[in-house]
């Protein structure tokens, strides 16, 4: 089993409001939950318009399999009005 955890602060564009904030960080939830199988939560950041942290966290099978899956979120993250400020991985290491 390999497993990784991201931690991925954005910059929401164009919010006013928590309330904005919310119509666009959900989506974005949802949609790499449910399309790219990644458990997901907004970590911290939550009263904060502009700013968001999310937490990542991604298991596969082999290596390769893993690698092509962070990808696949940092690709699906460009689609939205939202700038990627970092990423941090961490791996879950064998013992």
Known sequence: ???AGLRIELRIRGVRSLKEKRRVVKPIL???HRN???S???TAHQ???QRCEI???VVASAP???DRRID???RRLDEYEVDVLSITEAYLEET
């Open 72 to 74: 696949a979120i940092r």
């Open 47 to 49: 009263d904060s318009w």
């Open 64 to 66: 390769g399999e893993l």
């Open 1 to 3: 089993m390999y497993a």
């Open 30 to 32: 949802v949609d790499l």
């Open 36 to 38: 790219l199988g990644a």
């Open 40 to 42: 997901v939560a907004e």
């Open 55 to 57: 937490g990542v966290a």
